[in-house]
């Protein structure tokens, strides 16, 4: 991996959804590593550098896939604390949930968020969303992380 690859930091409670998301991006071309986290304290911890990640290297460009239902610290109070970080708020997060409430929809782009996607509860229809995603994610420009302030 070169310094200037997109890493994704997929922030997502349930295994089962991360396992298809992260095969379903690499089925769709996605080659950037992707680091899974359990929950969004976790999350915090791996962009703040702390923690199990206190002496992890700034990698470059990060986006953040983001679920809203997590234990810890659920996605709406990590993008807030990301969005409200000058060192952090250039992070890209794109919200991957369930939710399709347009309540929370609005809440996270006035949050910040770059994108909101809806994770179908049918398997072919998640499936085609997460590769969509992927399309997506192959043609995005993002900063670095260790050029943030």
Known sequence: MTSD????LL???????????????????VANRIV???????????????GPYAGRLPDGPLLVLL????????????LRQLKADPATDQ???????TTDDPREVRRCYELGCASY?????DYD???????????????????REDARP
């Open 125 to 143: 229809r998640f499936v085609e969303a997460v590769r969509r995603l992927g399309l997506f994610l192959s043609i995005v420009e993002v900063p």
């Open 5 to 8: 690859e997109l890493v994704i």
């Open 91 to 97: 992070i890209p997060v794109i919200m991957l949930t």
């Open 36 to 50: 899974h986290v359990p929950n969004g304290q976790t999350a915090l911890d791996y962009i703040h550098r702390r």
């Open 67 to 78: 679920d809203i239902n997590m234990p810890l610290a659920d996605g709406i109070e990590v």
């Open 11 to 29: 922030a997502e409670d349930d295994e089962g959804h991360a396992y298809l998301i992260r095969q379903n991006l690499e089925d769709g071309g």
């Open 117 to 121: 996607v809806t994770k179908p509860v």
